[in-house]
């Protein structure tokens, strides 16, 4: 079991990574604006609204709470925390 939950993190540890070194691609693509869920290094669903992203993913047969998923900002974007 551990070894499973380890691999889980190292996947989304690996797409969270792939997502913000292609943000430019991302955004080149018309994902600004968007969420967009990463498996594998590679979009799998993207939307405006999160609920419709997250539905998408469980109709694809996959468990939302364990891909990736993140907000494409415009560029130049600076979020103040």
Do not use: Y
């Not at 996959?62 to 494409?72: A, C, G, K, Q, R």
Request: charged share 30%.
């Amino acid at each position: 079991m551990e070894n499973q939950e380890l691999q889980l993190l190292k996947n989304f540890e690996s797409d969270s990574k792939w997502f913000h070194e292609n943000m430019d691609m991302l955004r080149e693509k018309n994902f600004t604006g968007k969420f967009v869920a990463i498996k594998e290094s590679k979009p799998i669903a993207a939307n405006e609204d999160l609920d419709v992203v997250i539905n998408n993913i469980s109709k694809k047969g996959e468990n939302p709470s364990l891909v990736f998923i993140e907000f494409v900002h415009p560029k130049g974007f600076t979020l103040l925390l």
